[in-house]
């Protein structure tokens, strides 16, 4: 900045102009903060990454620009700062412990910064099993599907994978692949009266392992 004085001058006194004096004003320095809210989630759980900027004294004023996410390296997405703070929303996160962090790009007033690490913690999510079974009641020797479905529950989202056990009370029946949440078996070895049908849902990177409720079965 060029900055002058220009005097008016009074009834002894000439009006004059001063030479120029430079003065500078650099960029202020910001901090930038980031956390996730909730914190733990479970698979599937959306959570809100939130990053807050601040302008260092003896700076002053309010950031903007935009704020870069990332988990680790990997780059969660972009948001645009508003009254200091920029936020993004994902469900994204895989089972574990992300260490997140927010970068602000900084603007022609303020410095670029970057936060300290936050930790976020993404637990397994719950699975509920189910089982039926078609034709019920059936006759002797014949042909029953045994159908198990495993489906997350909220606030997890997504659909279980892995394995699941039949069970006829302590007998295991077989096992089966979950596809799209659910497997089945065939067997025409129950014997006549009735039947307890049970499944264990084995888990897997994302589930919990569960067992169903008995679903009872007539030949």
């Known amino acids: 900045h060029s900055l002058t004085v220009a005097y008016a001058g009074d009834t002894n006194f000439g009006s004059t102009t001063s030479s120029a004096s430079t003065h500078t004003v650099n960029q202020a320095s910001t901090s930038t903060s980031v956390a996730s809210s909730p914190n ?3 698979y599937g759980h959306s959570t809100t990454i939130t990053a807050t900027v601040s302008v260092s004294s003896p700076g002053a004023g309010t950031a903007t620009g935009s ?9 969660l997405g972009t948001a645009t700062l508003s009254g200091g703070s920029a936020s993004i929303s994902t469900a994204a996160l ?4 992300h260490s997140l962090t927010a970068v602000y790009g900084g603007s022609s007033d303020f410095t670029g910064s970057t936060s300290s690490a936050s930790t976020h913690t993404v637990n397994q999510a719950t699975a509920t099993a189910s089982v039926s079974s078609s034709p019920n009641p059936s006759k002797v020797g014949q042909s029953v599907t045994i159908t198990a479905t495993v489906a997350a529950v909220a606030p997890g989202s997504g ?14 029946l077989g096992t089966a692949t979950l596809s799209g949440g659910s497997a089945s078996i065939s067997t025409s070895s ?30």
């Open 67 to 75: 704020v870069t996410f990332y988990d680790g390296t990997t780059s």
């Open 190 to 219: 129950l014997t006549l009266g009735s039947h307890s049908l049970t499944v264990a849902y084995a888990g897997d990177t994302n589930f919990g392992s569960t067992t169903s409720s008995a679903s009872t079965h007539t030949v």
């Open 94 to 97: 895989s089972v574990g412990s």
């Open 159 to 172: 659909t279980p994978t892995g394995s699941v056990e039949f069970f006829d009370g302590l007998t295991s």
């Open 40 to 42: 733990p989630t479970v």
